[in-house]
């Protein structure tokens, strides 16, 4: 599976921003969804994921309140939404799909990932 992620950019603090990622392929149903983010210099973190069938999500606790995953299965696409950005939120973003588990949240649970979106809030 391919995926694309876009919609990153500059932004202020307390601005919102909506990240996309389209999958390819024909079984995104069957696909449990994840976004991660990588700021300069730190590891790759966990920042949101989301069930197969959309029923179930679960958000970092450091993002709970502003941001909300989401997707849209007859567009093989997974939002992020996010709100009330902070400088902290500056990296980069990563999608990523799981095939063979209804719900991911662990990076090494993820077998796909796209190639990232960047954004920067600036105080």
């Known amino acids: 599976v391919q995926l694309q992620a876009s919609g990153g950019g500059s932004v202020r603090a307390g601005d919102s921003l909506r990240l996309v990622c389209v999958a390819s392929?024909?079984?995104?149903?069957?696909?449990?969804m994840g976004w991660f983010r990588q700021a300069p210099g730190k590891e790759r973190e966990f920042v949101a994921a989301?069930?197969?069938?959309?029923?179930?999500?679960s958000l970092a606790d450091s993002v709970k309140g502003r941001f909300t995953i989401s997707r849209d299965n007859s567009k093989n696409t997974v939002y992020l939404q996010m709100d009330n950005l902070k400088p902290e939120d500056t990296g980069v973003y990563y999608c990523?799909?799981?095939?063979?588990?209804?719900?991911?949240?662990?990076?090494?649970?993820?077998?796909?990932w796209g190639q990232g979106t960047e954004f920067t809030v600036s105080s």
């Open positions: 990523a799909s799981e095939r063979t588990l209804p719900m991911a949240t662990m990076a090494r649970e993820f077998d796909s």
């Open positions: 392929g024909r079984a995104f149903t069957n696909m449990a």
């Open positions: 989301i069930s197969t069938n959309g029923g179930t999500t």
